[in-house]
Protein backbone atom coordinates (compact mmCIF):
# COMPACT_ATOMS: atom_id res chain seq x y z
CA UNK A 1 0.00 0.00 0.00
CA UNK A 2 3.12 2.30 0.59
CA UNK A 3 4.48 1.73 -2.55
CA UNK A 4 0.98 2.67 -4.12
CA UNK A 5 1.02 5.67 -2.54
CA UNK A 6 4.82 6.81 -3.24
CA UNK A 7 3.74 5.76 -7.15
CA UNK A 8 0.88 8.04 -7.83
CA UNK A 9 2.72 10.46 -5.85
CA UNK A 10 5.61 10.32 -8.17
CA UNK A 11 3.04 10.41 -10.97
CA UNK A 12 1.44 13.19 -9.49
CA UNK A 13 4.72 15.20 -9.35
CA UNK A 14 5.13 14.82 -13.23
CA UNK A 15 2.21 16.38 -13.93
CA UNK A 16 2.28 18.96 -12.00
CA UNK A 17 6.20 19.65 -13.46
CA UNK A 18 4.99 19.48 -16.94
CA UNK A 19 2.12 21.41 -16.23
CA UNK A 20 4.11 23.90 -14.75
CA UNK A 21 6.30 23.66 -17.42
CA UNK A 22 4.03 23.85 -20.47
CA UNK A 23 2.51 27.24 -18.01
CA UNK A 24 5.82 28.86 -18.32
CA UNK A 25 5.94 28.46 -21.78
CA UNK A 26 3.10 30.12 -22.66
CA UNK A 27 3.58 32.50 -20.05
CA UNK A 28 6.68 33.91 -21.16
CA UNK A 29 7.84 36.68 -20.01
CA UNK A 30 10.78 39.18 -21.38
CA UNK A 31 11.54 42.47 -23.24
CA UNK A 32 13.16 42.22 -26.30
CA UNK A 33 13.35 43.43 -30.08
CA UNK A 34 11.00 41.94 -33.51
CA UNK A 35 14.05 39.35 -33.59
CA UNK A 36 13.36 37.80 -30.40
CA UNK A 37 9.46 38.16 -30.14
CA UNK A 38 9.84 36.19 -33.76
CA UNK A 39 12.36 33.26 -32.58
CA UNK A 40 9.55 32.94 -29.86
CA UNK A 41 6.50 32.46 -31.59
CA UNK A 42 8.60 30.66 -34.37
CA UNK A 43 9.81 27.77 -31.49
CA UNK A 44 6.15 27.72 -30.20
CA UNK A 45 4.58 27.22 -33.64
CA UNK A 46 7.27 24.47 -34.39
CA UNK A 47 6.03 22.58 -31.34
CA UNK A 48 2.60 22.68 -32.23
CA UNK A 49 1.28 26.54 -31.36
CA UNK A 50 0.24 28.12 -28.51
CA UNK A 51 0.27 31.40 -26.94
CA UNK A 52 3.42 33.66 -26.47
CA UNK A 53 2.78 35.67 -23.47
CA UNK A 54 4.63 38.87 -23.09
CA UNK A 55 4.48 40.61 -19.94
CA UNK A 56 3.81 44.69 -18.87
CA UNK A 57 6.59 47.09 -20.58
CA UNK A 58 7.71 48.56 -23.86
CA UNK A 59 8.55 45.75 -26.83
CA UNK A 60 10.68 48.05 -29.46
CA UNK A 61 9.59 46.76 -32.82
CA UNK A 62 12.17 47.54 -35.21
CA UNK A 63 11.06 45.50 -37.91
CA UNK A 64 8.30 43.75 -39.05
CA UNK A 65 7.70 40.42 -37.32
CA UNK A 66 4.94 37.67 -38.62
CA UNK A 67 2.62 35.52 -36.34
CA UNK A 68 2.79 31.98 -37.26
CA UNK A 69 -0.37 29.72 -37.96
CA UNK A 70 -1.39 28.42 -34.47
CA UNK A 71 -0.12 31.02 -32.76
CA UNK A 72 -1.49 34.01 -30.24
CA UNK A 73 1.00 36.84 -29.84
CA UNK A 74 -0.44 38.57 -26.49
CA UNK A 75 -0.06 41.39 -23.75
CA UNK A 76 -1.49 42.59 -20.40
CA UNK A 77 -4.55 44.96 -21.71
CA UNK A 78 -7.20 43.73 -19.23
CA UNK A 79 -9.61 46.69 -20.26
CA UNK A 80 -9.51 49.68 -22.40
CA UNK A 81 -8.08 52.87 -21.48
CA UNK A 82 -6.38 56.15 -23.58
CA UNK A 83 -3.30 54.40 -24.48
CA UNK A 84 -1.12 55.37 -21.46
CA UNK A 85 2.02 54.46 -22.59
CA UNK A 86 3.01 53.10 -18.99
CA UNK A 87 0.53 50.55 -18.93
CA UNK A 88 0.20 47.34 -20.31
CA UNK A 89 2.29 45.56 -22.83
CA UNK A 90 3.21 48.24 -25.21
CA UNK A 91 4.77 47.98 -28.63
CA UNK A 92 7.49 51.00 -29.94
CA UNK A 93 6.75 51.10 -33.38
CA UNK A 94 10.02 52.40 -35.06
CA UNK A 95 9.91 50.81 -38.75
CA UNK A 96 8.86 51.67 -42.11
CA UNK A 97 8.92 55.35 -41.57
CA UNK A 98 7.80 57.04 -44.98
CA UNK A 99 7.55 53.42 -46.74
CA UNK A 100 3.82 53.07 -46.97
CA UNK A 101 4.15 49.78 -49.57
CA UNK A 102 6.62 48.16 -47.19
CA UNK A 103 5.45 45.04 -45.26
CA UNK A 104 3.48 45.34 -42.62
CA UNK A 105 4.67 46.07 -38.77
CA UNK A 106 2.62 42.52 -37.86
CA UNK A 107 1.69 40.29 -39.58
CA UNK A 108 -0.96 37.28 -38.98
CA UNK A 109 -0.90 33.85 -40.59
CA UNK A 110 -4.26 31.72 -41.26
CA UNK A 111 -5.64 30.18 -37.34
CA UNK A 112 -2.85 32.97 -35.64
CA UNK A 113 -4.21 36.71 -33.48
CA UNK A 114 -3.25 39.30 -31.72
CA UNK A 115 -4.38 40.29 -28.32
CA UNK A 116 -3.76 42.84 -25.45
CA UNK A 117 -1.31 45.15 -26.94
CA UNK A 118 -1.09 48.77 -27.31
CA UNK A 119 0.88 49.93 -30.58
CA UNK A 120 2.63 53.20 -30.51
CA UNK A 121 4.49 55.39 -32.93
CA UNK A 122 6.90 57.49 -31.52
CA UNK A 123 7.64 59.21 -34.51
CA UNK A 124 4.71 60.31 -35.99
CA UNK A 125 3.86 63.74 -36.01
CA UNK A 126 1.00 66.20 -37.17
CA UNK A 127 0.38 68.10 -39.73
CA UNK A 128 3.62 66.86 -40.82
CA UNK A 129 2.15 63.59 -41.07
CA UNK A 130 4.50 60.53 -42.19
CA UNK A 131 3.50 57.59 -44.04
CA UNK A 132 3.57 54.03 -42.53
CA UNK A 133 3.17 50.08 -43.86
CA UNK A 134 -0.14 48.84 -42.32
CA UNK A 135 0.21 48.20 -38.62
CA UNK A 136 -1.57 44.92 -38.53
CA UNK A 137 -2.39 42.91 -41.83
CA UNK A 138 -4.21 39.39 -42.08
CA UNK A 139 -3.96 36.57 -44.68
CA UNK A 140 -6.34 33.75 -44.94
CA UNK A 141 -8.65 32.20 -42.85
CA UNK A 142 -9.52 32.94 -39.14
CA UNK A 143 -7.25 35.74 -38.26
CA UNK A 144 -8.11 37.93 -34.91
CA UNK A 145 -7.59 40.71 -33.20
CA UNK A 146 -8.81 41.19 -30.06
CA UNK A 147 -8.14 43.87 -27.40
CA UNK A 148 -5.79 46.36 -28.94
CA UNK A 149 -4.95 49.92 -28.78
CA UNK A 150 -3.65 51.24 -31.98
CA UNK A 151 -2.80 54.95 -30.36
CA UNK A 152 -1.52 56.69 -33.68
CA UNK A 153 -1.28 54.45 -36.56
CA UNK A 154 -1.12 55.65 -39.89
CA UNK A 155 -3.39 52.83 -41.39
CA UNK A 156 -4.48 50.75 -38.91
CA UNK A 157 -5.44 46.97 -39.93
CA UNK A 158 -5.50 45.57 -43.06
CA UNK A 159 -7.68 42.48 -43.66
CA UNK A 160 -8.09 43.65 -47.60
CA UNK A 161 -4.56 42.88 -49.54
CA UNK A 162 -4.70 39.32 -48.85
CA UNK A 163 -7.42 36.96 -49.48
CA UNK A 164 -9.15 36.00 -45.89
CA UNK A 165 -12.18 34.63 -44.74
CA UNK A 166 -14.08 34.66 -40.83
CA UNK A 167 -11.65 37.25 -39.64
CA UNK A 168 -12.45 38.56 -35.99
CA UNK A 169 -12.12 42.32 -35.23
CA UNK A 170 -13.19 42.61 -31.54
CA UNK A 171 -12.60 45.59 -28.85
CA UNK A 172 -10.00 47.62 -30.57
CA UNK A 173 -9.44 51.25 -30.16
CA UNK A 174 -7.59 54.30 -31.37
CA UNK A 175 -7.07 56.82 -33.47
CA UNK A 176 -5.66 56.24 -37.03
CA UNK A 177 -4.80 58.78 -39.26
CA UNK A 178 -5.56 57.89 -42.86
CA UNK A 179 -7.12 54.16 -42.59
CA UNK A 180 -8.89 52.50 -39.83
CA UNK A 181 -10.01 49.13 -41.01
CA UNK A 182 -9.58 47.83 -44.52
CA UNK A 183 -11.66 44.96 -46.00
CA UNK A 184 -11.89 43.44 -49.03
CA UNK A 185 -11.02 39.66 -50.66
CA UNK A 186 -13.22 38.09 -47.69
CA UNK A 187 -16.04 35.36 -49.17
CA UNK A 188 -16.89 34.11 -46.14
CA UNK A 189 -18.57 36.34 -42.82
CA UNK A 190 -16.00 38.50 -41.55
CA UNK A 191 -17.26 40.00 -38.04
CA UNK A 192 -16.25 43.53 -36.23
CA UNK A 193 -17.30 44.27 -32.81
CA UNK A 194 -16.62 47.35 -30.73
CA UNK A 195 -14.24 49.03 -32.58
CA UNK A 196 -14.22 52.83 -31.78
CA UNK A 197 -11.91 55.22 -33.39
CA UNK A 198 -11.27 58.76 -31.80
CA UNK A 199 -8.29 61.47 -31.66
CA UNK A 200 -8.57 61.12 -27.74
CA UNK A 201 -6.40 58.17 -28.10
CA UNK A 202 -3.95 59.80 -29.37
CA UNK A 203 -3.94 62.95 -27.19
CA UNK A 204 -4.70 61.33 -23.80
CA UNK A 205 -2.05 59.07 -24.27
CA UNK A 206 0.46 61.16 -22.33
CA UNK A 207 3.25 60.36 -24.85
CA UNK A 208 5.65 62.85 -25.85
CA UNK A 209 5.13 65.60 -28.72
CA UNK A 210 1.43 65.41 -29.18
CA UNK A 211 -0.29 68.04 -31.27
CA UNK A 212 -2.83 70.20 -31.04
CA UNK A 213 -6.39 69.30 -31.20
CA UNK A 214 -7.02 72.05 -33.95
CA UNK A 215 -4.20 70.18 -35.88
CA UNK A 216 -5.17 66.70 -35.55
CA UNK A 217 -9.09 67.15 -35.98
CA UNK A 218 -8.11 69.08 -38.98
CA UNK A 219 -6.14 66.60 -40.41
CA UNK A 220 -8.41 63.67 -40.02
CA UNK A 221 -11.14 65.50 -41.13
CA UNK A 222 -9.45 66.10 -44.29
CA UNK A 223 -7.47 62.69 -44.72
CA UNK A 224 -8.91 60.00 -42.65
CA UNK A 225 -11.24 56.83 -43.73
CA UNK A 226 -12.20 55.03 -40.51
CA UNK A 227 -13.76 52.24 -42.40
CA UNK A 228 -13.46 50.87 -45.87
CA UNK A 229 -15.48 48.37 -47.42
CA UNK A 230 -15.06 46.19 -50.98
CA UNK A 231 -15.38 43.19 -51.62
CA UNK A 232 -17.15 41.05 -48.02
CA UNK A 233 -19.76 38.65 -48.49
CA UNK A 234 -22.26 39.00 -45.59
CA UNK A 235 -19.55 41.27 -43.38
CA UNK A 236 -21.29 41.93 -39.53
CA UNK A 237 -20.15 44.95 -37.98
CA UNK A 238 -21.91 45.78 -34.42
CA UNK A 239 -21.04 48.59 -32.37
CA UNK A 240 -18.27 50.67 -34.24
CA UNK A 241 -17.72 54.37 -33.99
CA UNK A 242 -15.59 56.87 -35.66
CA UNK A 243 -15.39 60.36 -35.14
CA UNK A 244 -13.69 63.35 -37.00
CA UNK A 245 -13.26 61.88 -40.23
CA UNK A 246 -12.97 62.76 -43.74
CA UNK A 247 -15.22 59.75 -44.25
CA UNK A 248 -17.07 57.69 -41.53
CA UNK A 249 -17.77 54.49 -43.92
CA UNK A 250 -17.03 53.66 -47.44
CA UNK A 251 -18.21 51.05 -49.79
CA UNK A 252 -16.71 50.27 -53.03
CA UNK A 253 -16.19 47.91 -55.77
CA UNK A 254 -12.78 46.83 -56.14
CA UNK A 255 -11.21 43.82 -58.55
CA UNK A 256 -13.29 41.32 -56.42
CA UNK A 257 -16.60 42.86 -56.15
CA UNK A 258 -18.48 44.99 -53.71
CA UNK A 259 -19.51 44.28 -50.02
CA UNK A 260 -23.11 42.86 -48.26
CA UNK A 261 -23.15 43.07 -44.66
CA UNK A 262 -25.35 43.67 -41.88
CA UNK A 263 -24.54 46.85 -39.96
CA UNK A 264 -25.94 47.21 -36.19
CA UNK A 265 -25.66 49.89 -34.02
CA UNK A 266 -22.79 51.97 -35.88
CA UNK A 267 -22.20 55.39 -34.72
CA UNK A 268 -20.26 58.00 -37.58
CA UNK A 269 -19.54 61.32 -35.83
CA UNK A 270 -18.74 64.81 -36.91
CA UNK A 271 -17.81 63.29 -40.42
CA UNK A 272 -16.76 65.23 -43.86
CA UNK A 273 -19.20 62.47 -45.33
CA UNK A 274 -20.41 59.89 -42.69
CA UNK A 275 -21.70 56.91 -45.33
CA UNK A 276 -19.98 57.17 -49.22
CA UNK A 277 -21.80 54.42 -50.74
CA UNK A 278 -20.25 53.93 -54.28
CA UNK A 279 -21.07 50.33 -55.03
CA UNK A 280 -22.84 47.43 -52.88
CA UNK A 281 -24.06 43.95 -54.05
CA UNK A 282 -27.48 43.27 -55.03
CA UNK A 283 -28.51 41.53 -51.21
CA UNK A 284 -27.25 44.72 -49.87
CA UNK A 285 -25.93 46.86 -47.01
CA UNK A 286 -28.47 46.72 -44.15
CA UNK A 287 -27.51 49.82 -41.46
CA UNK A 288 -30.11 49.21 -38.00
CA UNK A 289 -30.06 51.63 -35.34
CA UNK A 290 -26.99 53.64 -36.24
CA UNK A 291 -26.09 57.69 -35.41
CA UNK A 292 -24.78 59.55 -38.18
CA UNK A 293 -23.70 63.06 -37.51
CA UNK A 294 -22.28 65.40 -40.62
CA UNK A 295 -19.24 67.93 -39.53
CA UNK A 296 -19.49 71.70 -40.10
CA UNK A 297 -18.90 72.03 -43.96
CA UNK A 298 -19.94 68.76 -44.95
CA UNK A 299 -21.98 68.43 -48.26
CA UNK A 300 -24.32 65.67 -47.36
CA UNK A 301 -24.38 63.06 -44.24
CA UNK A 302 -24.92 60.33 -47.02
CA UNK A 303 -23.23 60.91 -50.63
CA UNK A 304 -24.93 57.50 -53.01
CA UNK A 305 -22.73 58.00 -55.79
CA UNK A 306 -23.56 57.53 -59.53
CA UNK A 307 -21.72 54.34 -59.30
CA UNK A 308 -24.05 52.89 -57.38
CA UNK A 309 -26.08 49.80 -58.92
CA UNK A 310 -26.72 47.76 -55.59
CA UNK A 311 -28.59 48.19 -52.85
CA UNK A 312 -28.44 50.58 -49.34
CA UNK A 313 -31.21 50.17 -46.24
CA UNK A 314 -30.99 52.25 -42.92
CA UNK A 315 -33.76 51.42 -40.47
CA UNK A 316 -33.92 53.15 -36.77
CA UNK A 317 -31.17 55.01 -37.92
CA UNK A 318 -30.76 59.27 -36.55
CA UNK A 319 -29.00 61.57 -38.81
CA UNK A 320 -28.06 65.12 -37.23
CA UNK A 321 -25.44 67.81 -37.73
CA UNK A 322 -24.01 71.43 -39.18
CA UNK A 323 -23.97 69.79 -42.54
CA UNK A 324 -25.99 70.78 -45.67
CA UNK A 325 -28.22 67.84 -46.50
CA UNK A 326 -28.96 64.56 -45.11
CA UNK A 327 -28.50 62.30 -47.87
CA UNK A 328 -27.69 62.87 -51.57
CA UNK A 329 -28.59 60.05 -54.09
CA UNK A 330 -27.40 59.62 -57.48
CA UNK A 331 -26.86 55.83 -59.52
CA UNK A 332 -29.17 53.48 -60.27
CA UNK A 333 -29.33 51.45 -57.32
CA UNK A 334 -31.76 51.30 -54.27
CA UNK A 335 -31.31 53.39 -51.17
CA UNK A 336 -34.02 53.11 -48.33
CA UNK A 337 -35.00 55.30 -45.17
CA UNK A 338 -37.20 53.50 -43.11
CA UNK A 339 -38.50 54.69 -39.02
CA UNK A 340 -35.63 57.47 -39.70
CA UNK A 341 -35.15 60.62 -37.90
CA UNK A 342 -33.62 63.53 -39.96
CA UNK A 343 -33.14 66.52 -37.60
CA UNK A 344 -30.44 68.94 -39.03
CA UNK A 345 -30.08 70.44 -42.57
CA UNK A 346 -29.35 74.00 -44.07
CA UNK A 347 -32.15 76.41 -45.46
CA UNK A 348 -33.57 76.23 -48.50
CA UNK A 349 -32.33 73.07 -49.74
CA UNK A 350 -34.34 69.48 -49.21
CA UNK A 351 -32.82 67.15 -46.88
CA UNK A 352 -32.57 63.98 -49.09
CA UNK A 353 -32.07 64.86 -52.82
CA UNK A 354 -32.33 62.20 -55.44
CA UNK A 355 -31.06 62.61 -58.99
CA UNK A 356 -31.30 58.78 -59.96
CA UNK A 357 -31.77 55.38 -59.02
CA UNK A 358 -35.14 54.11 -56.59
CA UNK A 359 -35.47 55.68 -53.05
CA UNK A 360 -38.21 54.23 -50.58
CA UNK A 361 -38.27 56.67 -47.67
CA UNK A 362 -41.61 55.66 -45.43
CA UNK A 363 -42.47 55.77 -41.45
CA UNK A 364 -39.84 58.51 -40.84
CA UNK A 365 -39.73 61.94 -39.07
CA UNK A 366 -38.63 65.00 -41.15
CA UNK A 367 -37.37 68.51 -38.57
CA UNK A 368 -36.22 71.88 -38.50
CA UNK A 369 -36.27 72.28 -42.13
CA UNK A 370 -38.65 73.89 -45.05
CA UNK A 371 -37.47 71.21 -47.56
CA UNK A 372 -37.68 67.67 -46.91
CA UNK A 373 -37.14 66.14 -50.58
CA UNK A 374 -36.44 66.45 -54.42
CA UNK A 375 -36.62 63.75 -56.42
CA UNK A 376 -34.84 64.48 -60.07
CA UNK A 377 -35.85 63.50 -63.17
CA UNK A 378 -33.52 60.86 -63.28
CA UNK A 379 -35.51 58.83 -60.56
CA UNK A 380 -37.04 55.47 -61.57
CA UNK A 381 -39.53 55.17 -58.95
CA UNK A 382 -39.61 56.48 -55.57
CA UNK A 383 -42.17 55.83 -52.53
CA UNK A 384 -42.40 58.72 -49.99
CA UNK A 385 -45.39 57.27 -47.81
CA UNK A 386 -46.28 58.02 -44.01
CA UNK A 387 -43.67 60.21 -43.06
CA UNK A 388 -44.31 63.54 -40.29
CA UNK A 389 -43.12 66.92 -41.21
CA UNK A 390 -42.32 69.48 -38.55
CA UNK A 391 -43.14 72.17 -41.57
CA UNK A 392 -45.72 72.36 -44.39
CA UNK A 393 -44.95 69.27 -46.65
CA UNK A 394 -43.17 69.87 -49.56
CA UNK A 395 -41.61 67.50 -51.78
CA UNK A 396 -40.54 68.70 -55.36
CA UNK A 397 -41.36 65.60 -57.36
CA UNK A 398 -39.67 66.06 -61.23
CA UNK A 399 -39.36 62.25 -61.65
CA UNK A 400 -40.42 61.01 -64.91
CA UNK A 401 -40.29 57.08 -63.68
CA UNK A 402 -43.21 55.74 -61.13
CA UNK A 403 -43.07 57.43 -57.80
CA UNK A 404 -45.82 57.23 -54.73
CA UNK A 405 -46.47 60.39 -52.79
CA UNK A 406 -49.20 60.17 -50.50
CA UNK A 407 -49.95 59.98 -46.78
CA UNK A 408 -47.68 62.05 -44.95
CA UNK A 409 -48.77 64.32 -42.48
CA UNK A 410 -47.44 68.10 -40.78
CA UNK A 411 -47.68 69.08 -37.55
CA UNK A 412 -47.51 72.59 -38.25
CA UNK A 413 -51.83 73.68 -37.99
CA UNK A 414 -51.04 75.99 -41.85
CA UNK A 415 -50.25 73.17 -43.78
CA UNK A 416 -53.64 71.18 -42.89
Known amino acids: MTRYWAFALLICLALTTGISSAQEKKELKMKGDSASIQKEMDALAADGGGVVKLATGSYKLDKPITVPSGVTLSG ?188 LGNGVDWAQTAILVEQTQEPGVLFTNGEIVGGTGAEAEVNVTASHTGVVQFSNCSFWGPTKKIATIAGDGMASFSQCNFVNWAAGVPAIEATGGSISIQGSRFSHGEKHVMLGEG ?38
Open 76 to 263: EWEEPHHAQLNKGTVFLATCGKGKETDPPLISLSPSSGIKGVTIFYPDQRVPDVQPFPWTISGSGMHCSIIDVTLVNPYKGIDFGTNGNELHYIRNVFGCPLKVGVFVDKCTDIGRIENVHFNPHYWMRSEADNLPSWEALIKYLFENCTAFEFARSDWEYVLNTFSYGCKVGMRFFQNKDGACNGNF
Open 379 to 416: VKTATIIGNTMTSAINVENKSKGDTRVSSNVSRTPAAK
